[in-house]
């Protein structure tokens, strides 16, 4: 994979999401999107990497959850709560909760979490996009906001991000790692006025996609020998760091 074309951080709003998109290492602009579809349309042509915050690579059955969830856990200390189990592949097309529930339960012997299904629309999108387009896999992956977080700030940030103290420490964070990072934060949200995107949503992309572009440190994942599942698909978070966030 180069350094040149484009290198997108995308996340998903709870309905609408959010493109943050580099030229190289310089930021190119931001878009709102109805869906990841939409998303990769717009970029397939020129994109080199697209950092998405929603699960790629699904578990199928079994009670074994996703390494790369437990290793996310550790690494952010009292951030922790921000990762969540997916739902199994066959409960994120359940459009209720119920049946969702049920449908991971038989599958995996575990609880599905509110929380989890009410991504399940977003993840199921990402996996249909990859299951249907072979060419999309080599450029698409999945990263963790607050991983990305963690690695460029060398430490487990102490705040979340919806308060205002959790704010002001990512906004900071992207400072340190980027003197340019608060105004690319600021063009990102001219660039949303009027759509229903969050403050933190602004922040969680911009951090995907510094990661995605060149940059200072490695980019890296986590685990460092991602395992596949039944398509196929890797399964780790992606981070960007001078040295490995876990020896796993």
């Known amino acids: 994979m180069t350094d040149d074309g484009l290198f997108v951080g995308a996340v998903w709003c709870s309905g609408p999401w959010l493109a943050v998109v580099f030229d190289g290492t310089t930021f190119d602009h931001a878009a709102v999107f109805d869906g990841i579809g939409d998303v990769w349309v717009r970029y397939e042509e020129r994109v080199t990497r697209v950092l998405v915050d929603v699960p790629v690579g699904l578990v199928e059955r079994g009670d074994e ?80 906001p607050e991983v990305c977080f963690r690695a460029i700030a060398g430490r487990p940030l102490d705040y979340p991000r919806d308060v205002a103290a959790g704010y002001a420490e990512r906004l900071r964070t992207l400072a340190e790692y980027d003197p340019d990072g608060p105004v690319t934060v600021q063009n990102v949200a001219e660039s949303t006025a009027g759509a229903a995107v969050a403050v933190p949503d602004v922040l969680d992309a911009v951090v995907l996609a510094y990661t995605a572009r060149p940059g200072p440190g490695t980019l890296r994942s986590l685990p460092r020998e991602p395992p596949r599942d039944a398509t196929g698909l890797p399964m780790c978070l992606w981070y960007r760091a001078e040295t490995p966030l876990s020896d796993s």
């Open 65 to 144: 959850r996703r390494q790369c969830d437990a290793l996310a856990r550790d690494v952010l200390g009292p951030r922790r709560e921000a990762v969540f189990d997916p739902p199994a592949r066959e409960a994120t097309r359940k459009r209720r909760f119920p049946a969702a529930s049920r449908t991971h339960e038989r599958k995996t012997g575990r609880e599905l979490s509110r929380r989890a299904f009410e991504a399940s629309a977003a993840i199921a999108a990402v996996d249909e996009l990859l299951q249907e387009l072979p060419e999309a896999r080599d450029v698409v992956g999945e990263a963790h």
